[in-house]
């Protein structure tokens, strides 16, 4: 699961398909920079912040969701009507 979110967080910084080589360094050392500082933070077990209560009721209704449409109580059209509605409720 961490590589699949590197690789989404990689995409949505990079922007575009093909940037040039300045602009692509510059991105990797970002990155670099970030995985240090997560790096020292973890071994001073200073842990992540917590999630939360707002963040944490997203996740369980879409984690609802994805088990009503694994054990196939609704369809894929209402699966993601409902995705929909998790994430956009509160956005004016």
């Known amino acids: 699961?961490?590589?699949?979110?590197?690789h989404s967080r990689f995409n949505r910084r990079v922007q575009i398909n093909h940037p040039n080589i300045?602009?692509?360094?510059?991105?990797?050392q970002g990155e670099e920079?970030?995985?240090?500082?997560?790096?020292?933070?973890?071994?001073?077990?200073?842990?992540?912040r917590s999630?939360?209560?707002k963040t944490i009721a997203i996740q369980r209704r879409m984690d609802k969701?994805?088990?009503?449409?694994?054990?196939g109580a609704i369809?894929?059209?209402?699966y993601l009507d409902g995705l929909?509605?998790?994430v956009a409720k509160g956005k004016k």
């Open 1 to 6: 699961m961490l590589h699949l979110a590197f």
């Open 22 to 28: 300045w602009s692509f360094i510059k991105l990797l």
């Open 33 to 48: 920079n970030r995985f240090h500082h997560t790096y020292v933070q973890f071994m001073a077990d200073l842990g992540t």
């Open 51 to 53: 999630k939360q209560a």
């Open 65 to 71: 969701l994805g088990e009503r449409y694994c054990d």
């Open 75 to 78: 369809n894929a059209m209402e």
């Open 84 to 86: 929909s509605f998790v």
